[in-house]
C-alpha cells in the first residue's frame, strides 16, 4: 500500500524556520512534490526533488528561502523553510507523481493527509 506521511508543520513566528518531513512507503517514487494550500485558494506547487539525480525545482515565490532534500536510506524527503511569512501559512501535502516531477498537482496521484503550517505576524 503507497503511504506519503508529512510531519513537522507547526506555528512559527513570521521570520522562523520549521522543516518538514515526507515519508514514502509502499513503492518506490521518480520524486516528490510539495504542495501547499490556503484557506479559498487552489494548491499550489511549492518545491520538487528528483532522486536519481538529486534535481531540485522550486515555486519563484519560495526560492531561496525553502530547500528540499532528499535522504535515500530513509526514503524520506525534507523541507527546509526559513525566512517564514505570513502568506506562507496554509496545509502543506507532499505528493509522489506517476512519471515526472513538475508543478501540476494533476499529475501526483498519491498524496498525504498534510500538516499545518502557520506563520504569525
Known amino acids: 500500500q503507497v503511504q506519503l506521511v508529512e510531519s513537522g508543520g507547526g506555528l512559527v513566528q513570521a521570520g522562523g524556520s520549521l522543516r518538514l518531513s515526507c515519508a514514502a512507503s509502499?513503492?518506490?517514487?521518480?520524486?516528490v512534490g510539495w504542495f501547499r494550500q490556503a484557506p479559498g485558494k487552489e494548491r499550489e506547487f511549492v518545491a520538487a526533488?528528483?532522486?536519481?539525480?538529486?534535481?531540485?525545482y522550486y515555486a519563484d515565490s519560495v526560492k531561496g528561502r525553502f530547500t528540499i532534500s532528499g535522504d535515500n536510506a530513509k526514503n524520506t524527503v525534507y523541507l527546509q523553510m526559513g525566512s517564514l511569512k505570513p502568506e506562507d501559512t496554509a496545509v502543506y501535502f507532499c505528493?509522489?507523481?506517476?512519471?515526472?516531477?513538475?508543478?501540476?498537482?494533476?499529475?501526483?496521484?498519491?498524496w498525504g493527509q498534510g500538516t499545518q503550517v502557520t506563520v504569525s505576524s
Open positions: 505528493a509522489a507523481p506517476r512519471y515526472y516531477i513538475d508543478n501540476n498537482p494533476a499529475n501526483y496521484p498519491y
Open positions: 509502499g513503492r518506490t517514487f521518480y520524486g
Open positions: 526533488w528528483r532522486w536519481r539525480d538529486s534535481f531540485t
